[in-house]
């Protein structure tokens, strides 16, 4: 529990000292309620998703993967979700399509096919049952409600300004949120302190704009979803 907490504030840390800039930058739009309360739903959904910090009994010992946390965790921002400031519609809950988001869908398409390509030529064989199932759900439905989602629409109303970029609004929060996806991957906290991994950071983060940019350009967030899961999936299979 102890490494736990220490490794939550090294991610909050470095996402706040980002965000400072970022306030120092926008100083006459910037809202610190906001960013305070996405800081905050961090460490909410790291509660979630490490079963209480690794204090609540785990009702599936025999499953290989975390799907308890992950399904407690997805649900506690769903539970976000429903509340007044968020909405389900605004965090992208909904099949609903901006109009004009075919490219985030020929995007999705066709980093499908690449991601399939190097799956097939590059498997060792396919993975269990429940490696399959899990990674062709859990972590798009989970991450992609949290990181595109919730923390999402809270970065956004903490940075307001946006631009667009290829057709989708992208502001400093959702920066931000890419940034945080690639900390929350590539930063560990162990017996001889921090260490980062800027590899992990670059695998994580990089997709993480994509997924962005996907979800903005859409409204929704069944795509990043598909593309997140087709991303962890694909490679259980071949």
Avoid: C
């Avoid at 009702?59 to 993967?65: F, G, M, T, V, Y």
């Avoid at 799956?119 to 990181?147: C, H, K, N, R, S």
């Amino acid at each position: 529990m102890i490494n736990e907490l220490w490794l939550i504030a090294g991610q909050i840390g470095l996402v706040a000292a980002f965000g400072v800039v970022g306030a120092l930058y926008q100083r006459g739009s910037f809202r610190p309620n906001w960013f305070a309360g996405a800081l905050l739903l961090y460490i909410f959904y790291e509660i979630l998703l490490t079963n209480g910090l690794y204090s609540l009994p785990n009702l599936a010992p025999e499953a290989a993967w975390n799907w308890q946390g992950k399904l407690l965790a997805l649900s506690g921002m769903l539970l976000v979700a429903a509340s007044a400031k968020f909405g389900f519609d605004r965090i992208g809950v909904t099949l609903r399509q901006k109009p004009g988001y075919q490219p985030a869908m020929w995007v999705l398409i066709f980093l499908s096919m690449v991601i399939f390509y190097f799956a097939i030529t590059t498997g060792d064989g396919p993975d269990d049952l429940e490696t399959v199932l899990f990674q062709w759900t859990m972590p798009g439905l989970d991450e992609e409600v949290f990181y595109r989602g919730v923390l999402l629409l809270a970065m956004n109303e903490a940075f307001r300004p946006r631009r667009m970029i290829l057709g989708a609004p992208i502001g400093y929060g959702g920066i931000l949120t890419a940034v945080l996806f690639g900390i929350a991957h590539a930063l560990n906290f162990g017996a001889d302190g921090y260490s980062f991994d800027a590899m992990t950071f670059a695998v994580t983060g990089i997709p993480s704009l994509i997924l962005l940019w996907m979800r903005e350009k859409t409204g929704s967030l069944l795509i990043p979803v598909l593309a997140h899961n087709v991303a962890n999936g694909a490679f259980t299979l071949f």
